[in-house]
C-alpha cells in the first residue's frame, strides 16, 4: 500500500529563526489512517501541513505524495487538491461571492464543466446537510457555518485524505457534534490537528503529538486525565 | 456598510442584470451630458420613475442622498458668487452670477437624475450578479477578479479595523487633535494593511490548495424574464428621445 | 475628493474615461493573478482605512491615504483604487459612473507619482522613511487637488476661484495626512518591511 504522505527527515527553520520548527522530521499517512495531532501552541503543527502540501519548502529532508517525490511548484501543484487541506480560518478559503461559487472552484479548476461543476457543488452541500445555503454571501455566514462550507468546498475535489487545521476552533458544541459526525461518516482518511481531546478522541483511532520539531507517535506518548480539587466539587458541574 | 437594496422582488429586481448595467451606464451618461434644465429635469423624472419600479424607500435612500446634498450646498454657495459671467447683482461686494446660477441648477437636476437611476438600476444587485453581468459583457477578467475579491474582504477587515479601534478605547484613546493621535490612527491603518497582506498570503496558498490555475471563472446563471427586452427598448428608446430634443435645442 | 456626477463637460469626461482605461491596463497587465490577491485585499484595506476620519480641530475630515497604497503598490495602485472607488459607488453613493474615470486620475494618479518621486527612500533610515512618508502623504493630497481643480477648470474656466479656494482649503489636510503617512510607513517598515517589495517590482 502506498502511504499517501511519506515525509522523512524534513527540517524547517523560519529565516531569521534561532531553532528549527521541524528538526529531522519523520511522518507516514497511510491511506485509511484517521490520526489526530495534539501538541501546544508554536510547536510547528501548522508549518507541518504547509510543508505537506508544499506551500513552504522544508530546507532538507523528502517529501512524497502518493508514492512520487515532490520538489518542486509544478510536482505538488496537481497533487494538492488530492489533499484536502481546512484551514484554520475559514475566511481564508471561502473567496468567492457565494456558497455555490466557492464549492464549485475547486471542481472547475479541475476541468468540470460549469453544468458538472455547479452540480457537484450541490451534491456536496446536500450531503453536509446544507443545501440551502447555495446563494448565501459568504462573509455573512456564522462561524460555524464557513466551516461547513470551506469542509464542503475541499470534498467537492474529491480528495483522497483530508487535513484538518483546529476544524474544532471557535464552534459551539452542537456545530462540533455535527462536525464530528460528518467526519466519522464520511469515507475518507484525515489527519486533525486539535485541542480539543474529546473530539479527537471520537473521530481518531490514534493520536501523535508533536515536541521539539518531530512526531511522537502513539507508542511514545500516553494521555491521560488529572484529579484535581476545587469548591463545590460535589454539585453537578462539567469541565471544558 | 451593507447594501440594503440588494435583495427585493421588485420588477427591476427580476431583470437581467447585464440589462440593467448598458441601461445605467448609457443614461448616466446621457443626463450628464444634457445642456439644458428641462432635459436634466426629464432625467431626474426618469430616475424618480425607476426608484418607485425598484421599490427602493425613501428611508433606504436618504443616507445615500445626503453627502450629495451637502456637496450640492456647497455648489450653490460657490458657483454663483465666485463666476464671473452674467452679473445680476452684487451682494455686500460679491458678485452674484447667472451664469453661476443656471450651472447649479443643471448640476443639481443631473447629479440627482444619476444617483437616483444608478441606486435603482445597479445597487439592486447582490457583487455576485454584478461581477457575472461584468464578466459576461466582456469587462477583463482580470479587473472583475480585483472587484470581487475586494468586495469580498471588505466587511472582514472592517470588523478587524473596529476591534482594534475598540482595544485601542479601551486603553483610553481618546481622539482629539495632536501628533498622538494621528500616530495612533496611523498605527490603525498600518496594521490593517500588515493583516491585510499577510491574509492575502494565506487566501492565495487556499486558492493554490483548490488546484487555481490563475484563470477565472463563473457560474453562469441566466435569469429568464420577458420583460428584459422590452425594458432594455423602453430606456433605450427614452434615452435616445431626450437626447434627440436636447440636441435638437442645442442646434436650432 | 470626489467630484460628483453632472459636473464636469464631456470632454473633460472622455478624457478621464480614457486615460484612466490606460492606466489601468498597464497597472493590471504587469500584475499576474498570484500578486492579484494581494493587491485586491490591500485595496480592501485602503477602502475600510479610508473610512477613518481624524479630527483636525472642530471638524473631522476622512483619511485619504492614497500616498500609503501608491508607496505599496506602484501602479498596480491604480486599479486597486479604481475598484475602492467603484466600491464606495455602490456601497455610498460617493460619485457614480460618469466620473468614475476623472475620480480614479484625482485619487490614482498622484498615488503612483510619488511611489517613484519618493519610494527609493523608504527603508534608508528612520528619518528618511518618516520624510519620505510625510513627503508622500503631502504630495499625493496636493496633486490631487490640483487634478481635481483642473478638471473642473477645463470643464468652464469661470471654475478657477473655486478651484483655488479647494487647494487652499486642503493645505490642514495636506499637512495631516503628510504626518498620518509618515508614522504609517515607519510602522510598516519596523514591523512588515516585507509588504513594501510585494505589490510592485522593485
Not at chain 2, 72 to 88: G, K
Request: hydrophobic share 50%; glycine share 8%; with cysteine.
Amino acid at each position: 500500500m502506498t502511504p499517501i504522505v511519506e515525509l522523512k527527515q524534513i527540517c524547517f527553520t523560519y529565516p531569521g529563526a534561532e531553532k528549527p520548527v521541524l528538526d529531522h522530521l519523520d511522518l507516514t499517512l497511510n491511506p485509511g489512517d484517521r490520526i489526530g495531532l495534539m501538541a501546544p501552541n508554536g510547536s510547528g503543527k501548522t508549518t507541518l501541513l504547509h510543508t505537506i502540501m508544499g506551500l513552504c519548502r522544508p530546507q532538507s529532508g523528502s517529501i512524497r505524495l502518493f508514492g512520487a517525490p515532490m520538489r518542486e511548484e509544478k510536482q505538488f501543484s496537481p497533487v494538492r487538491p488530492r489533499l484536502g487541506l481546512l484551514f484554520q480560518d475559514s475566511d481564508d478559503q471561502l473567496f468567492c461571492p457565494t456558497v455555490l461559487d466557492d464549492v464549485a472552484f475547486g471542481p472547475l479548476n479541475l476541468g468540470a464543466s460549469r453544468q458538472g461543476a455547479r452540480q457537484t457543488a450541490r451534491q456536496v452541500l446536500e450531503r453536509l446537510g446544507i443545501a440551502g445555503f447555495e446563494n448565501r454571501v459568504t462573509h455573512r455566514l456564522s462561524g460555524g457555518q464557513k466551516r461547513l462550507v470551506a469542509l464542503a468546498a475541499v470534498l467537492a475535489m474529491s480528495p483522497e485524505m483530508l487535513l484538518l487545521d483546529e476544524p474544532t476552533s471557535g464552534l459551539d458544541t452542537q456545530v462540533k457534534q455535527t462536525l464530528s459526525d460528518i467526519l466519522t461518516g464520511l469515507d475518507i482518511s484525515y489527519f486533525i490537528i486539535s485541542h480539543e481531546f474529546d473530539f479527537i478522541d471520537t473521530v481518531t483511532d490514534r493520536i501523535f503529538s508533536m515536541e521539539k520539531g518531530r512526531i511522537l507517535s502513539d507508542e511514545q506518548i500516553h494521555v491521560h486525565a488529572h484529579e484535581h480539587v476545587h469548591k463545590h466539587g460535589q454539585h453537578p458541574h462539567h469541565h471544558k | 456598510m451593507d447594501n440594503p437594496f440588494e435583495s427585493g422582488t421588485s420588477f427591476l429586481h427580476g431583470l437581467d442584470p447585464r440589462i440593467r448595467i448598458m441601461c445605467a451606464v448609457f443614461l448616466s451618461f446621457a443626463a450628464a451630458l444634457s445642456h439644458y434644465p428641462q432635459v436634466a429635469g426629464a432625467y431626474l423624472i426618469l430616475g424618480m420613475g425607476l426608484v418607485r419600479l425598484g421599490r427602493i424607500s425613501w428611508q433606504n435612500l436618504k443616507p445615500r442622498v445626503k453627502p450629495l446634498l451637502w456637496f450640492l450646498v456647497m455648489i450653490w454657495i460657490f458657483l454663483p458668487l465666485t463666476f464671473s459671467q452674467e452679473i445680476i447683482a452684487n451682494i455686500g461686494g460679491l458678485n452674484l452670477s447667472m451664469a453661476g446660477i443656471r450651472l447649479s441648477i443643471m448640476i443639481t437636476l443631473k447629479s440627482l437624475a444619476i444617483v437616483l437611476m444608478f441606486t435603482a438600476l445597479i445597487a439592486t444587485m447582490p457583487m455576485a450578479s454584478l461581477g457575472k453581468a461584468m464578466h459576461q459583457l466582456h469587462v477583463p477578467d482580470k479587473l472583475v477578479f480585483l472587484l470581487l475579491m475586494t468586495y469580498r474582504y471588505v466587511f472582514v477587515i472592517q470588523e478587524e479595523y473596529l476591534r482594534l479601534l475598540r482595544a485601542a478605547r479601551f486603553r483610553g484613546f481618546s481622539p482629539g487633535t495632536n501628533l498622538h493621535s494621528y500616530r495612533t490612527y496611523a498605527y490603525l491603518a498600518g496594521m490593517l494593511f500588515v493583516r491585510a497582506s499577510m491574509r492575502a498570503r494565506r487566501v492565495h496558498q487556499a486558492m493554490l490548495c483548490r488546484g487555481f490555475d490563475r484563470r477565472f471563472y463563473t457560474l453562469d446563471v441566466y435569469s429568464p424574464n420577458r420583460w428584459n427586452l422590452l425594458f432594455f427598448i423602453a430606456m433605450l428608446g427614452a434615452g435616445f428621445g431626450i437626447t434627440l430634443i436636447d440636441m435638437l435645442w442645442m442646434y436650432s | 475628493m470626489h467630484i460628483s456626477e453632472g459636473v464636469l463637460s464631456a470632454p473633460v469626461l472622455v478624457t478621464g474615461a480614457a486615460v484612466t482605461a490606460g492606466f489601468t491596463w498597464l497597472g493590471l497587465k504587469r500584475i499576474d493573478y498570484d500578486q492579484m490577491v494581494h493587491v485586491a485585499i490591500l485595496a480592501s484595506a485602503f477602502f475600510v482605512a479610508s473610512l477613518i476620519h481624524v479630527n483636525i480641530g472642530p471638524s473631522s475630515v476622512h483619511l485619504i491615504l492614497n500616498g500609503v497604497v501608491g508607496l505599496l503598490l506602484g501602479m498596480a495602485a491604480f486599479p486597486a483604487i479604481l475598484t475602492a472607488l467603484v466600491l464606495q459607488a455602490l456601497l455610498f453613493q460617493y460619485g457614480g459612473l460618469t466620473a468614475l474615470g476623472v475620480n480614479a486620475i484625482i485619487m490614482a494618479l498622484p498615488a503612483v507619482m510619488v511611489h517613484y518621486l519618493f519610494g527609493a527612500m523608504v527603508g534608508k533610515s528612520a528619518a528618511m522613511t518618516f520624510t519620505a512618508g510625510f513627503l508622500s502623504g503631502l504630495v499625493s493630497v496636493l496633486l490631487s487637488c490640483i487634478l481635481l481643480g483642473a478638471s473642473l477648470w477645463a470643464t468652464d474656466a469661470q471654475f478657477l476661484k473655486t478651484s483655488l479656494a479647494i487647494i487652499t482649503a486642503h493645505v490642514p489636510v495636506m499637512i495631516v495626512e503628510g504626518i498620518v503617512t509618515g508614522f504609517c510607513i515607519s510602522f510598516l517598515v519596523r514591523v512588515y518591511p516585507e509588504i513594501l517589495f510585494k505589490g510592485n517590482r522593485r
